[in-house]
């Protein structure tokens, strides 16, 4: 089999696009209430320790992805059995992911479809995108990932008229254990989830899986504090926890007309 290759922007890339997710749709750390935004920034800390430790692994393997390592490492009966559990957990994350763009596009946009409709379309493109592989998938989001950060910046543009710095203050007023517990959840999901990145990085052109690795989660950390932030200072911490999809909500109150 040939081996893909991917560059170090593209590695940035499939990093990025693995923590934003469908985590955009809602609102990360939520659980700290108006301590949210503490929650993430928390979550970032040990979520760099723990992609650092992925960055030095497959440095210590070059051209190696997770599964030839777990086997290198453990033998082939132990190591095809990690393996196992990390095709289980990716297969189990897709499936997540899925339903719930599935259910963001019914909801939102064709509450009289089917389910089955936009869920078989989004099954397609998977499948079209598993078949033309890793280096066509990581060119195709190089290119829609600043057309993505863009539409982002504009959309939370429009949001400011509607802020209102209530929404996150005081700051701490419940201590600190709810911030804690809102920067496991970010942490659990999604910045560990990039663990999966191990799977496909053996064909990186570079050594530089710790820079791929810590930009991606630098961008996709931001990207995550920035919608989140917008969204409570939009609409509250209750809409934002309450609501199935805040960033949806908080978009649309930003694009309302108010009568005169």
Known sequence: MNKEIISQKQGITLVTFVIIGDSLVFTSGITAEKDFWLAILLAVLPAYAVLSVYARILSLYPGKDLFDIAKIVFGAVIGNLISLI???FALLLGALVLRTFTEFITIVAFPETPMLAPLAGLVILCVWSLKEGI???????????????????????????????????????????PVLKGAFSTFSFPLAEAVICMMVFSGLKSKAAHKVFTLGLMIGGGLLLATSLAEVLTIGVESAS????????????????TPQ
């Not at 950060?149 to 400011?160: E, R």
């Not at 309450?242 to 007309?257: D, I, K, L």
């Open 86 to 88: 990390y095709i289980w």
């Open 135 to 177: 280096e066509v998938l990581s060119r195709v989001g190089e290119c829609f990932l600043c057309i993505m950060i863009i539409m982002i910046i504009f959309t939370i543009l429009l949001m400011v008229p509607e802020w209102e710095i209530k929404n996150i203050r005081p700051v701490l007023y419940n201590g600190m254990a």
């Open 242 to 257: 309450s609501n199935y999809f805040p960033a949806h909500n908080a978009a649309q109150r930003s694009s309302r007309v």
